[in-house]
């Protein structure tokens, strides 16, 4: 079995990244021969893929003279300098067409995949089976793409046009997996809930510190969609001086809404941390010696970061983001492990309507204030409950999910 693993953007600094990187490593382990294709700016060097054979990496470089314009996100905020589908016009709409063409050529005749695992219900998505209407397309969705169904409505209508042709769409979510037969028009039985994964090699269960600050921790793109702006003012709102309570933001961000919330950190007299984008180690250490884990976004497919920060014991407060519930069960909220924030109206797909903000932050500060009291009274987490409820949701888990219509 050859397989192929297509990104449009860059492989380990997002969430659909990382998923490439794991399912990469997951069929590596299995003796799978592979390859990746993926968008990369033209002065990244390396391809980020453990294991990967460099003469395996096919890159179309953005920054270049066929693509003059930096890496196109799939999130409007990405963690690195990026531009908006939104803001694709038709020229370069064209740029991006040809040399998303020519690669995808190179990379199908040169390696002679059976398959490719390709990310996103998206432009290069579409693209291979317009190219190649034979070759197998195991189409991921992680979210995002159905926010560009909104965000950009005349790609959308371009996307539309083969995306249906993938021989499955796999979805986060039974929630996401209607919505993808009901906005592209899949057949019931091409889409497949296949859910997320973790390692639980990397992330698993630690001692806590028993003694204050209680550590508090946010991972994710530093934007508003994030709902990073929210936490910080409601954190604020609770008072506690930093020998009592601590939080640290872990993420990438750019532009203006980066900026903003970065002078906001630095002029709170709360303690408040912002590490910016850090490589794994310092990412799951951080995990190890956290107590509370928090992400207040207003949309998410299914947040691979909620998983990997139960599997380290930490307790989680998230927005009951749809289809996470369904995913994770009633067991972790039973047995204290996660606390779900009501999402507020919204008067766009992640922006908050405005006489809604305050109960919205409110309800954070609420939230925070009930897993910190549980953290200082050393209430525990059954631990032995928490694992068994987790053993299905590894990498491993979820490759073998894709492997059954590979």
């Known amino acids: 079995m050859r397989i192929l693993h297509a990104l449009a953007q860059r492989p380990g600094k997002t969430g659909s990244g990382v998923f490439l990187q794991e399912l990469f490593a997951a069929g590596y382990k299995k003796g799978y021969t592979q390859a990746v294709l993926a968008g990369i700016p033209q002065t990244q060097i390396e391809s980020n893929i453990d294991n990967l054979d460099e003469k395996d990496f096919f890159p179309i470089y953005f920054e270049s003279e066929d693509l003059p314009y930096p890496v196109v996100g799939m999130s409007d905020v990405m963690p690195y300098s990026s531009t908006k589908y939104s803001d694709i016009d038709e020229k370069m709409f064209t740029q991006y067409k040809s040399a998303f063409s020519l690669k995808i050529k190179e990379a199908v005749e040169s390696f002679q995949p059976d398959v490719v695992i390709s990310n996103h219900l998206w432009l290069m998505s579409s693209l291979i089976k317009e190219l190649y209407p034979n070759l197998k397309v195991l189409c991921l969705c992680h979210g995002t793409d159905l926010r560009q169904a909104e965000l950009s409505p005349n790609l ?18 039974e929630v996401q997996k209607q919505t993808i037969i009901q906005k592209y028009g899949f057949k019931k039985d091409k889409v ?9 090699s990397i992330f698993f269960q630690t001692p806590k510190p028993k003694t204050p600050p209680v550590k508090i921790v946010y991972v994710g793109k530093i934007s508003n969609a994030k709902g990073v702006p929210h936490l910080l003012n409601a954190f604020e709102s ?30 709170m007299k709360t303690s408040v941390k912002y590490l910016g984008f850090v490589e794994q180690k310092e990412l799951v250490e951080n995990f190890y010696n956290s107590h509370i884990f928090i992400l207040p976004s207003f ?38 492990a996660i606390s779900y924030i009501t ?18 932050e409110d309800a954070i500060a609420q939230a925070l204030k009930k897993q ?17 409820n987790l053993e299905d949701k590894t990498w491993s888990g979820l490759f073998e999910r894709l492997e059954v219509y590979m």
């Open 156 to 173: 959308f209508e371009i996307v539309k046009q083969n995306i249906t042709k993938c021989d499955v769409a796999f979805a986060l979510n």
């Open 192 to 200: 497949v809930v296949s859910g997320t994964g973790y390692d639980p």
């Open 238 to 267: 609770l008072g506690y001086n930093k020998d009592e309570v601590s939080l640290t933001l872990i993420g990438g961000g750019a532009g203006s809404e980066s900026e903003n919330i970065q002078q906001k950190i630095n002029s």
């Open 299 to 336: 949309f998410e497919g299914l947040p691979l970061v909620i998983i990997e920060a139960l599997a380290c014991g930490m307790r989680v407060i998230s927005t009951q983001l749809p289809g996470l519930k369904e995913f994770l069960g009633n067991i972790f909220e039973e047995i204290g």
């Open 343 to 360: 999402l507020p109206n919204m008067k766009s797909i992640d922006k908050p309507k405005d006489k809604e903000v305050s109960s919205f």
């Open 372 to 388: 910190i009291q549980a953290v200082l009274e050393h209430k525990e987490i059954d631990k032995q409950i928490l694992t068994k």
